[in-house]
């Protein structure tokens, strides 16, 4: 992967999902892999948590 290839997730990109040991945003895209599909179903679950958690402080403040 280069430099320019990494870019920040956006709002727009979640919920992440999970196939295998793969992690991909809303569209599809791969975005990493995880050691395992355990680790990365562990993943996935917290970065939604996170995001929904981020979603909901921009709009209650």
């Known amino acids: 992967m280069t430099p320019n290839s ?13 196939e295998g040991q793969k992690i991909k945003k809303q569209d599809g895209t791969p975005i990493a892999d995880a050691e395992s599909p355990a680790v990365a179903a562990e993943i ?9 958690r981020r979603e909901e402080d921009k709009w209650s403040a």
């Open 6 to 18: 990494k870019k920040p997730l956006r709002p727009e990109d979640f919920p992440v999902d999970v």
């Open 44 to 52: 996935v679950e917290r970065l939604n948590e996170d995001e929904a």
